[in-house]
């Protein structure tokens, strides 16, 4: 029998599904569907009634290049797959096929970001008409004697002294709280162009969750009874994500919230047994690159990997596949 898709647009009509993929599950459909600007949709390939595959795609805005606003299209890996007679790739391809299709007419970029397997359906995004761009990923291995080995003897002063000034790190565990980590953390990203912040309300729905407690944490770093820092983390299988962090490095300088709040995140995630910690959003292989020089220093290793982009308009896509190809 043919692999059947399916495409879920509500979260109230997705069926009770298998996978620990937090990029690719229910619940985080379910916070996309409350954080205004964001679109969610699950694609679900299935035969036989048996589910082998799903893709969550996450449609936004992006920029403003008038008459009309454009959208991106993105994807955290390359899906979640099932035991099945198929391989993975086969299921892949269907998938991507099918998305490809639909969301080609919907937004201007289409993106596939963190992949796991580089070289994962390299075949089939070529016969897509993707094309792909190197990227890094920075990982740490969350055992104490790593992380002391490889950190770097300035990123401990830092950690130290923040602490010995009397900083506090904590686990945010209220709704006004977070409202004003979120007014933090947007004056800290509205510079960085390159940086997309989602509406508070993507923050206040990880909080209000049912499954909050397994699928995300947000980590505050407080001086005197005042938020000065802060992250959020999903967590997926053995993995902890940091999705976000920022801090009031300018006004607490002798303080280090911004070192601080990824240092919360790292240790609570290693007290809790997760195996490894992933930054998020690594960059591009720039040999300077500020952010990832400050994530290094946590003593993560730095990972080759890449990212598949395919364009809206036919003749900048050709163009950019002839560079990147």
Known sequence: MAIRLTTYERSEDIPPLPGTNVFHSTELFQVLEQTPGYRPVLIVASENGQVIGKLLCITRPTFRLLP?????????????YFPSPHRREDIFSELLAYFTRIFTERSFLLEFRNLEEPLFGYRYFRQNGYFAIKWLRVQNTLRPEKLQEWMSNSRKRQIARGLRKGAVMEVADNEEDIHTFFALLKHYYSPKLHRHLPEEDFFLALQRHPSGQRLSRIFLVRYRGRIIGGSVCLFSGQK???MFSGGLRKSFPLHYPGVLAVWKAITWSMEQGYERFEFINAGLPFRQFGYRDFILRFGGKQLSSRRWFKLRWDWLNRLLIRIYL
């Open 68 to 80: 009309f606003v454009t959208t991106t299209t993105y994807l955290y890996g390359t899906g979640e």
């Open 240 to 242: 902890a994500y940091l």
